[in-house]
């Protein structure tokens, strides 16, 4: 970890942050792991014109080889690195560790995916009937803003970095100002692996200074964006102004519906993997739970029982299988919402904050909810799920599609045929049938509704992060056959 004050990388050179300074903290215990210097917006610009010059004047975006080396290299790196990384990556964001070394292995995978799709599809030639011929060509787009939340530092920073690299942008990227530290040290690698200057640049700080300068600098042709609605709301405004590419991962209130066939137990173990895991500060955390009113009673019976053993403890041991909440703020708007929920009229079971240092939180189950309230309609985005019932699919799609979200979905059956004719109504962009949360670097992410605009992963991601030229082209000059000119060109 970088102690030495300098953990702005703008062209190439570390340099200190000049503008406020921030205690980055340990969930776990509260205690302080080290103290970040932000940037100001005057660095931020800095950063973005170290972006632009890298773009303009380096031959970065012209040989993909090039790219390609440096995406394996860095791959390799933090493979390298793998225990390091997951280690600080639990420090700063209080998940389990063992879920911290998933997430850099996902990274390495996304890393890989990006280096082999390169130079995948471009150019593509058509043939066309009236003699001419057509290159469709895919270029990077330019500078590319990366803006990024707290609950995946690493793995989320991947999916936006592996396919802007690879299609040959220049990045200025920007962590949660709360978890900074995972991606500090990936820019070291990434140094290390050879990346030109000014071609990957971090700059940290909050989003309404820094966030917003990376945003609405005109040097910046693209901005893309995890985060809360709120948020994307703001920079869709910003970005519109422009016209400025521009790509949302938005927030989630994913339902988990348990069909009638469905087995009891496997159900739940579905259920709280869906809900609880990452502490349920997850954009696809299965955070409304559907279930036919057949096995409603012994569905909610064994998940009670069950919650009430999951290990609770210091992510650093590895057979926690949950960690704290991310900071002291969103456990405050987490117990917000237990109250609310209550005074709304649903049932709480569990919810209980532990311990006095440290931000632990049991998992809470909410019964008796109705679909308006604020509890099944807003994004809690911690450890909380909140449980209906359902007579008969057809309401049970309604509840489904019954919010603004539309991220993600998951299907529980013995009838996988069935479930996929019922995943064909969802409104969402993710459906799992008899599986949840696993993200594949092969296959797009992204939100339908108020969940997000665009699509990262798969060749989706890196389309995002190219503009598409279309070239035709007639060997032999002749004339067009207008305005008195001969016609010598073959009609189609
Ligand atoms: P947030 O919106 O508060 O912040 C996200 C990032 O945006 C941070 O880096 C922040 O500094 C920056 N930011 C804030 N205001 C800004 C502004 N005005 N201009 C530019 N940047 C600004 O979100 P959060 O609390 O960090 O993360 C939680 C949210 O992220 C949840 O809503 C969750 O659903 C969402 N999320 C979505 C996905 C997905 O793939 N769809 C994945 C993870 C998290």
Redesign the pocket.
Known sequence: MRRDNQQLLINGQWEAGEGKKRKIINPADESVIIEIAEATDHQANNAVNAARKAFDETDWSVYPGKRVKVLLKVAELLENSLHEVARLETLNTGKPIRESRMDVEDSITCLKYYAGLVDSVSPREIEMEDGSASEVIHEPVGVCSL??????PLL?GMWKIAPALAAGNTVVF?????TPLSIIRFAELLEEAGVPDGVFNVIL????TV??A??ANRDVDKVS????????R??NE?CARSFKRVSL????KSPLLILQDADIEKAVAWIMFGGFFNQGE???AASRILIHESIYQPVVRLLTEKVNKIKIGNPLDETTEMGPIVSGN?LGEIKGYLTLGVEDGATLIGGQQIGVQGFYLQPAIFIDVDQHMRIVQE?I?GPVITVQSFQDEEEAIGFANGTNYG?AAGIISEDVDHAFTVASRIKAGTIWINNYHIPYAEAP???YKQ??IGR?LGPQGLDSYREVKHVNKISQLKAPGWYGFENDRKEG
């Open positions: 803006i990024l939340p707290w609950n995946f989320l920007k962590p949660s100002e709360v700080g909050e989003g309404a966030g917003e990376i945003t964006f995890t985060g809360s609605v709120e948020t994307g703001k920079i910003i991962e938005l927030g989630g997850v954009c696809v969103h994004e985005f991220l992410w992204g939100g969940s997000g990262e």
